[in-house]
């Protein structure tokens, strides 16, 4: 690896340089045009996926030819790559040092709080608000409910100009949790408190465990072992400005053609059940907003809190850029693991996996509005501006 800025021992590291506030009515034209066209291009992948499912014979029994832990190959394929490209841009070298200092503890706690206490627990009852006549559609919104993010938050992070460095740590956080807690939280939330009685077909601990291991250990791995390769290589400049702005683009191009291949499988089933397709959209919308807006909600009144105590002259930790980290951490799921272990459990012809693969074609759109949202409040509300060091 070539040179690098070291940090001393024991101490924090420096903060990122706080990027210029950008005018909201500016943020599409930040976007890159795989960014876009990302909302357009899942309707399309949706739209031509059912098409083919429709009007192809033959399609779904092509794609069962050859399967990898119950899942088609093809499929298996882009819910891994849709993964491995953002888990290679976690920058895993700085957790040593972030976690020797004092201000990550409170964030740490406060996702914690909301991804694995208060998240479950909301999209659960939403779920049984708006779906108690759809078990199976039911259980796969739930599932989705229990996948924690991974994947998009860290861009709508960066477009609403939150702390890198904290996103990346709780991506982590969340990823190593996931694969100890998934397995064992679905089986509670769907199998117990999502009622799924013991006639009707049912997680089995095991299988949920091998999925969540396919498909975030092996794109996790994958990651590490790419991000370091490639600085051992080349250099950390190139890693940076070179390797990861092409290697991006992959994780938006294995979703949508998972998209497009899910969709081509389940074409005659989305057509014939059009109705409670788009009742799935209901908990999910409600899902983002309410968890976004209680996680801004909560770092902005300690904000304020902090500096009536500290004075405005003082550091805090819970700035306008943790609010954002805060927020999309917790308004965000891992679709893609959901996806995975929807299929692998229930089948890719099945209600759950359908209803999995909703969540991809509700964020995109809400989550980019919530950015907008983010952008109007860190002008729009009074901030302590100094931020803490990570």
Known sequence: MDSEKKVDEGKAISPIPAQERVDPKNLFKRLSILDRLLTPAILVAMVVGVLIGEYVPGVQDAFDTAQFNGVSIPIAIGLIIMMWPVLTKVQYET???VFRTSGIWPHLGISLLF????????MVGLAWATLPDLPTYRTGVIMVGMARCIAM???WCQLAQGDGTYCAILVVLNSVLQMALYSPYTLLFVNVVGGRGVSDTHLEYGRVA???LIYLGIPLGAGIATRYAVWSLTSKTFLDTRFLPAFGPFALL???YTILVMF???GHHIVHNIRPVFRVFVPMILYFLIMWSAAFALVYWLNTRTKRKMGTNDKSKFGYEMAVVQAFTAGSNNFELAIAVAIATYGVGSDEALAATIGPLVEVPVLVGLTW???????GLKWTEERVDV
């Open 210 to 212: 091998v999925s969540v």
């Open 264 to 266: 081509a499988y389940q």
């Open 373 to 379: 949202v983010a952008l109007y409040l860190q002008g």
């Open 153 to 155: 938050v860290l861009i």
């Open 95 to 97: 957790l040593p040092q």
């Open 115 to 122: 991804n694995w206490v208060v998240g479950p627990l909301v």
């Open 254 to 256: 294995g979703l949508l």
